[in-house]
Structures are given as structure tokens and as C-alpha cells.
């Protein structure tokens, strides 16, 4: 035995940014972060941009289908128009690619594949790293959305009139979306290391947030039950909150109201991730990594 | 290998009684073994580390041998705060590593062969600069230490190129700065050379010894290549079936569980029959490989010389390779003790959850 080390709970702190900096330091590793993944993604865009087409599937067969129920219906169907349900899907489609998060599926592979063994190793939790990778994946995809938005205005023609407080806080409430689905699906992935083989679990709550979110179908057009469980569920406020906000013609009191919900959501779904995440670490085997 | 502790100072790792024991579940084929599965569900305790403990000075750099699921990788773990330990004590730089503490992990790496913590399709130069992110380097500093180890490496335009058009052996040089740039204090090294070619496996134990004498940093190294053990390690910790054979100096390995030499004689003239001197090993090209009892040596090589005419004769001990295959083929904790493996071996309790 030769050496030995003095106690210190500092790593050479000369080395490190000063704590002072904190703010700076955390501003300087999300921007290297989005830089990072801004610079993958444009080298996958071919990808991205097939991904981006895809995706519109869903909502234009969403469009379709009420369009026609309202034409049908003397021109509208609980208070939307034509003009209106396609002003909502292609909304839709941009809050849908905002609020893309790391899947919980995601959470099977990286526990049974060790991927998140090299995480593990780095002085950051690791949310700050998905958060930071999908937002950057975000800001690519929204340059290649605008082309696709501007094909389905001219082929749907939305009706949308909107006031500087509804672009305002459409663009927090799409950040807002991010967060707490982020945290909600941070808990749900968590699952996994606990169990293998959590699709059923992960397909539960998928459903309840298809109908419960304004997803498959705008919440107002839902019985009134449904509305009022909605509002005590996560889901409404990272998909209809966001899509009403520039659509709905909601009043400010309404707007600052949804934005406080999401507030909430975040605050309750990081409380809920850190005590989940105490206990999940435990289980993980780090195998194959 | 222990010594006693002063007061603010301790070594930079030290395990005590420390253990790690999986559940895996077992199931028998068929379809009747699956039904049964359902309602009753089994499961076997594999104990991977078994009650170890050591410690470890700062600026040591030791080699941890032992056969495929002897325990290494798990201890090493443990160590890195991968894994929360079953029960026992280990300490990394007085943290407890499984905390996990933002303090510990900037003060310590781990280098996995099959690790990836670079950007697949970024040049090596921008996951660097993810890295000075992430541990909050000084970015004066970060360049300097980043310059210093790629012309340690020798790595020139390789960080310009995208990790996937890089080769093997010089990703896993990329992926050992990467792991580096932080300048930690202690290393745990798992087969960092696995898979590479002779000439690279030296250059990067080179750098190891070479980062180790300027920074003073502590090294816990695991390797099937002797190469690495021998050209890095003094001290070497042994496990086997999760327990530890051995702690000591690399050279008392051979003396404490191999207890014979090798005699190569060489005769002026033609080949003979040296069966009546020892264990033929070799007969090749009129030199004989003789493998002899440790304290009997001097009198065969007396023998020898005395009734043939010897052109050479050379006494050695035999190579660390075959020491280490007959340690973990026996699994004896002492040569000649009670087959310590009997009681080493993982058990293999059936709990019913």
C-alpha cells in the first residue's frame, strides 16, 4: 500500500467552473447539448423528413373523418366548423411533434442493453440529456413542419384568428407540453426496471391519453364526464391546452390558467421522477454495459 | 495489503465484506414448466461478488484478474456506482459510490471495452466538447488537457473524422480521452484494450502508465491480456466464483500457486530422453522443456549438467499466463488447501416469489 488521499468533497475545484456560475454552466450545457443534437439530426433530415410525412397521417385521417361528419351536419359538429377542425389538426400536427419525448419502450432497451450505464457515469441526471436531445431534434424538425403545414392549409383550408396573446402563450404552453409529458413518461419508462416487457402497461396509458387529451378528437366534442376527468389528468394540457390556446379563442383568465396547470404537471411529474428514480436505480443491473 | 488508517486521509479505494448478489429466474422447458411459472415464479440467487475486500493506494495502478463471471466487472461496478451493492462497505475517494454524488463522479472514470459514449456520427472533437459541458470544465483547461492527450494518443485529424469511419483501435483511443478529459483521480479500466491489435494494445497501455505518473491517479485494471497486466500492474487482486484468491505483488503469483519451474535444455548432440529429470513439456528442434518441482530445480539442473553435455540450460519461471490458467482451473485459494472453490461457488438457492 503507498499512497493515500485526503478527504475532499471537491474534484480540484480549479478545474470546474465555479459554483458561482451555476446558471451560466447550466445555460452553456443545454446550448451544447441542442448543438449537438441539432447537428445529428441535420445529418439524418432524409430521415426526419420522411418521420415528419408519416406522422401527418394521423391527424389528416382525424380531418377527414370530421370534416365530412360536419359537413353532413348542416356545416358543423358541436360548434366546429370544417375550417375549424382543420385549423385544430394542423395545429395538431406541430403540438404532436413538440411534445415527442423519450418513449418508454426506449426505457426497455437502454435498461436491457446497459445504454444507460454510460449516462450513469456522468455527472448529470439523465433527463437533462433527452430533454436536451429532443428539444434539439425539435428545432430541426419545425423548419422541415413549415413546408408540410403550408401544403395542408392549402389543401384543408383552416379558419384561424388569432390575437399576440394566444401566439404567446401557444409558444410556452408547446414548451410546456414537452416538460410534462417528458415527466410523465419518465415515471412510466422507469417501469422497466422493475420488469421487462412493459408494452401492455405502456399501451393502458397511451389509450387513456388518446381520449383523454384532445388527441383523437377535440375535448369539447367529449361528454361532459370525460371533460371533467380530463381536467384532472395530465394529458389535456400537453395536447388540447396547447392546440386551444392558438385556436380555441380562449379568454386570458382561461390562457394563464392552462399555463399554471402545466406548471403544476411539471412540479408534480419532477417529484414524481426524482422519488421514483431513488428507488428504480437500485434494480438496474447494468448488463451489457 | 492493508494499512492502518490516519486521520484525514484514507486510501483511494477501500471494499470491505463487500457482496452483490442477482435473482435471476429460472424456468424449466416445456409448456407445463410455463403454466407452473405463472403461478409460482422461481428463482436462483447468483452471489456474483461474494464478501471481498481490499484496498487500494492512491497512484496504484492494479491489475483485477479472473475468468469470464469470476466477478470483476461487477465489482468494478460497484466500485463506479453502476451497481448498489447487496451489503458491504466500499469507499472511492471517501464517497460511497453508489450515492453517486456529482463530487465523485467528476473525480472518477470508467472505460468499458464495449462503451459508447461518443456521438456516433460527430467527429470525436464535438463529443469532446459535450463532455467540457457536462462536467462544467474550464474551458482554458479543457484544451490544454484535450491537445495533451490526442498527441499522447497520437490521434491527429482522427477527431475530425466521424466516430463511425473511425477503426476499433482508434475509436477506443477516442473513447479514452473522452473518458479522461475530466482528469479523474481514480480509473476503473475494463479489457480497454479487448479486440485490439498488439501495436495499439501498447499505446495505450502506454498512456495509462504515462497518465498515472503525471497525474498520480489510481488504476484498477481488468484484462484477459497478460501483456497489460504484466507492463502495468506490480500489484494484482485475483477473484474467482466472486471471492478473492489472491492479493498481492504479480511475482509472488507464481511462487504461491505454481510451485515448480521450467528447466530448457539445450544438448550438444542430438536429442535424448529426459523423462527420468522431470515433466516433459516441449521437444522442439533439440531443445527440451522440462517442468520441475520450485524447491527440486537446482538439483535437476545439477543433474543435468553433470550427466549429458549441455550446450544451454535456462531455469525460469513459467509464464503468468499458465500460473493464472492453473489458479482459475483449480480455483484453489492456497495450492494444496481444501478446494476453496467448493466453497466459493455461486449458490444456487430456489426461493419461491
Known amino acids: ?289 | 495489503m492493508s494499512s492502518p488508517r490516519t486521520p484525514g486521509s484514507q486510501p483511494a479505494i477501500h471494499v470491505a465484506g463487500l457482496r452483490k448478489t442477482f435473482h435471476v429466474p429460472v424456468r424449466e422447458a416445456g409448456l407445463k414448466a410455463a403454466f407452473k411459472s405463472l403461478v409460482r415464479r422461481e428463482t436462483r440467487e447468483i452471489r456474483a461478488v461474494d464478501d471481498i475486500g481490499f484496498e487500494i493506494g492512491a497512484g496504484e495502478i492494479v491489475g483485477f484478474l479472473g475468468p469470464n463471471g469470476a466477478g470483476k466487472t461487477t465489482t468494478l461496478k460497484m466500485l463506479s456506482g453502476l451497481l448498489y451493492p447487496t451489503s458491504g462497505e466500499a469507499l472511492v475517494l471517501g464517497h460511497v459510490p453508489s450515492r453517486r454524488e456529482g463530487a465523485f463522479l467528476r473525480r472518477m472514470t470508467m472505460v468499458m471495452g464495449n462503451r459508447n459514449q461518443l456521438q456516433w456520427d460527430l467527429p470525436a472533437l464535438d463529443s469532446f466538447e459535450l463532455i467540457r459541458a457536462i462536467y462544467r470544465l474550464q474551458p482554458v483547461d479543457f484544451r490544454r488537457t484535450r491537445d495533451e492527450f490526442i498527441e499522447m494518443l497520437d490521434l491527429g485529424e482522427l477527431v475530425n473524422k466521424p466516430v463511425r469511419n473511425l477503426s476499433l483501435g482508434e475509436r477506443m483511443k477516442v473513447e479514452i480521452v473522452g473518458a479522461l478529459l475530466h482528469r479523474p483521480q481514480v480509473l476503473f479500466l475494463d479489457e480497454p484494450t479487448l479486440g485490439l491489435d498488439v501495436t495499439m494494445q501498447k499505446r495505450i497501455r502506454t498512456f495509462i502508465a504515462d497518465y498515472n505518473r503525471r497525474y498520480d491517479a489510481t488504476v484498477l485494471l481488468t484484462s484477459h491480456y497478460m501483456a497489460d497486466v504484466q507492463a502495468l500492474c506490480r500489484r494484482v487482486i485475483v477473484i474467482h466464483h466472486g471471492r478473492i484468491l489472491h492479493d498481492g505483488e504479480l511475482a509472488e503469483l507464481g511462487v504461491r500457486f505454481d510451485a515448480t519451474k521450467t528447466i530448457g535444455v539445450t544438448l550438444k548432440e542430438g536429442v535424448a530422453d529426459l523423462s527420468a529429470y522431470g515433466d516433459v513439456i516441449s521437444s522442439d528442434e533439440g531443445r527440451v522443456t522440462l517442468r520441475v518441482s520450485r524447491a527440486a530445480a537446482p538439483e535437476v539442473a545439477t543433474r543435468l549438467l553433470r550427466d549429458l553435455q549441455v550446450a544451454d540450460l535456462t531455469i525460469e519461471d513459467p509464464p503468468i499466463e499458465d500460473v493464472i490458467e492453473r489458479v482459475f482451473a483449480s480455483g484453489h485459494g492456497e495450492p494444496g488447501e481444501e478446494d476453496a472453490a467448493a466453497n466459493a461457488a455461486p449458490s444456487a438457492v430456489i426461493e419461491q416469489r
Open chain 1, 1 to 289: 500500500m503507498t499512497g493515500r488521499v485526503a478527504i475532499s468533497s471537491e474534484a480540484e475545484p480549479d478545474r470546474f467552473l465555479p459554483r458561482a456560475g451555476l446558471i451560466r454552466g447550466w445555460l452553456d450545457l443545454y446550448l451544447t447539448m441542442f448543438r449537438i443534437a441539432i447537428l445529428n439530426n441535420i445529418h439524418y433530415r432524409v430521415a426526419n423528413y420522411f418521420y415528419m410525412i408519416g406522422m401527418v397521417a394521423e391527424p389528416v385521417i382525424y380531418l377527414v373523418v370530421w370534416s365530412t361528419i360536419a359537413r353532413q351536419h348542416g356545416g358543423q359538429v358541436g360548434g366546429f366548423t370544417a375550417g375549424q377542425f382543420a385549423a385544430y389538426y394542423i395545429v395538431w400536427t406541430l403540438v404532436r411533434q413538440m411534445n415527442i419525448i423519450f418513449t418508454p419502450y426506449g426505457w426497455e432497451e437502454r435498461i436491457r442493453q446497459g445504454g444507460l450505464s454510460a449516462m450513469l457515469l456522468q455527472p448529470l441526471f439523465p433527463i437533462h440529456r433527452d430533454i436536451a436531445d429532443l428539444a434539439g431534434w425539435k428545432l430541426v424538425t419545425i423548419v422541415l413542419w413549415l413546408p408540410i403545414a403550408a401544403v395542408l392549409t392549402l389543401l384543408f383550408s383552416p379558419e384561424l384568428s388569432v390575437r399576440p396573446i394566444d401566439v404567446a402563450v401557444f409558444a410556452i404552453a408547446i414548451w410546456g407540453a414537452y416538460l410534462v409529458r417528458t415527466m410523465l413518461y419518465w415515471m412510466l419508462g422507469m417501469v422497466s426496471f422493475w420488469t421487462t416487457r412493459v408494452g401492455p402497461i405502456f399501451q393502458l396509458v397511451f389509450a387513456a391519453e388518446l381520449l383523454l387529451s384532445g388527441r383523437l378528437v377535440p375535448l369539447s366534442l367529449m361528454p361532459e364526464w370525460a371533460q371533467r376527468l380530463a381536467d384532472l389528468l395530465p394529458f389535456k394540457w400537453t395536447f388540447g391546452f396547447p392546440i386551444e390556446a392558438l385556436v380555441g379563442h380562449l379568454t386570458e383568465g382561461a390562457l394563464l390558467r392552462g399555463l399554471a396547470m402545466q406548471l403544476v404537471w411539471i412540479v408534480i411529474g419532477t417529484i414524481g421522477v426524482r422519488i421514483v428514480w431513488h428507488f428504480a436505480i437500485r434494480h438496474y443491473s447494468a448488463v451489457n454495459g
